[in-house]
């Protein structure tokens, strides 16, 4: 079994990720020196490895490393990023790539009480064999991104190539109608996001497909990400919406779970 | 202006071409000590640049350490590689960013006087946003060649996310019906490559839309790139095509304005 590199200062100018972003990466908030939703990014980091054909190396390795770099840690965003390897000139893929991955520690982002949203011109192109992994091919959403920062707003909502309504461009959406939480598929494209997944899995919150006509609709908006837990839309465009009870709710279950995302919790 | 850097040793793991893809490529077949489609690769970095929001370097600059890579180099392929540099933990494109490039040189690839191609599952998705440009987002074509490689083949043809003719995982289609070469346009996806440019300009083409209905029905396909020239495609699947007159012509007509691609002209 291949035991993996921590590669900090440096990945080779060969790398596949460089040249074609020909990997993976992971997202993760530490809390009290532990990562609480590792079992979930691994598991998603194991999938998009199963779909794009590269080795996961040692998994006891990463954890090792990974509990020696945020001991002692209160607080803040680790980032796993596992590329292919270097290898070729062309698009094939080396039979014999040696994955090379790195551990990059973070602070943790300043988390608004309630976002801002840019209606982002920018599509997610439906493409079914990368939609649900966190792989590194993101131009999408740093031509989205850097739509927002001129906007000045706090994220973006992104349409899919056919007009739904997919995601933020570093969280899932979240919208509160008929008295029920419900995001829409990542099968199309987008990425299966670790809280999603267990909002999914407690019942909380179900899979449907989002018009911008539904957003007009709704009477709660909330965006969901690994960093940030659960945070209220205040506003997309004109459009605003009012602190929702519903909002509150979802957030308190979240952080029963996972105590670290206490801290956004905001009152109705 | 900002002066490039030519980092052959390394990339920074902070940059974003590592992390996000977030870069451009040009990949030039060197000969005589010269890059002769230089002009027409500098284009399209400059669009992908002007696109993607990237700077690109001082070219006074990039052309003296290209002439430096190449003097004395009779044939080869030289691979530019420029990405928006370091910066941030998110998708946001740092407004300072230090764009960070570097020039490899390769071997020319063995080139066969025939290619088989092998139909790809996987597909080009619908993308206006980054069609034609030559980014380094390139998970689709890596995917689609891992499939040539398991079927034994020396290329593949890939579908757009609609279902039309797209294009070869690292080369434009041309086909030949009713006495004339048309490729699929490169709006929606796929590259707009240098050779497939100069063969539109001189008339040598046209644009149009290709089913796999008329894939069967064309009486010759070719395959088109700045490394390999024209190659004629003798079969894809179960279907062959005999060596074509058309293909012929096309390649001497290329070889006029550029001998260097002489070498690949077969006689039908």
Same mark, same amino acid.
């Given at each position: 079994m291949f035991i993996g590199q921590v590669r900090i200062a440096a990945f080779s100018s060969a790398n596949r990720g460089l040249h074609y972003g020909d990997g993976l990466f992971e997202t993760m908030r530490v809390h009290g020196g532990q990562l609480p939703l590792w079992p979930r990014h691994l598991a998603r980091l194991r999938e998009g490895a199963r779909r794009l054909g590269i080795d996961v190396p040692n998994v006891d390795f990463i954890e090792a490393r990974i509990a020696a770099h945020v001991a002692g840690i209160d607080t803040g *965003?680790?980032? $796993?990023? $596992?590329? @292919? +390897?270097? +290898? +070729? @000139? +062309?698009?094939?893929? &080396? *039979?014999?790539?040696?994955p090379a991955w790195q551990l990059?520690? !973070? &602070?943790? &982002?300043?988390? &608004?009480?309630?976002? @801002? $949203? !840019?209606?982002?011109?920018? @599509?997610l192109a439906i493409q079914p064999a990368l939609a649900g992994i966190k792989h590194c091919n993101r131009l999408e959403q740093v031509l989205a991104r850097a739509e927002v920062e001129r906007a000045g707003c706090d994220e973006g909502l992104m349409l899919d190539g056919e007009g739904r309504v997919a995601s933020a461009t570093a969280a899932n959406l979240l919208v509160h109608r008929d008295g029920r939480w419900w995001t829409p598929a990542v099968e199309r494209c987008g990425v299966a996001g670790v809280v999603r997944g267990w909002l999914l899995e407690q019942g909380l919150v179900g899979v449907a497909d989002v018009s911008m006509d539904d957003i007009d609709a709704v009477d709660a908006l909330a965006l969901c990400n690994a960093v940030r837990g659960i945070l209220p839309v205040a506003a997309l465009g004109a459009r605003a919406w009012p602190a929702h009870p519903a909002v509150t709710d979802l957030q308190a279950r979240l952080a029963m779970t996972y105590p670290m995302f206490q801290d956004t919790v905001v009152s109705a």
């Open positions: *965003v680790l980032k $796993l990023l $596992l590329t @292919r +390897g270097d +290898g +070729g @000139r +062309g698009y094939a893929p &080396p *039979v014999e790539a040696l990059a520690l !973070h &602070p943790l &982002p300043a988390i &608004p009480a309630a976002l @801002r $949203l !840019h209606m982002c011109a920018t @599509r």
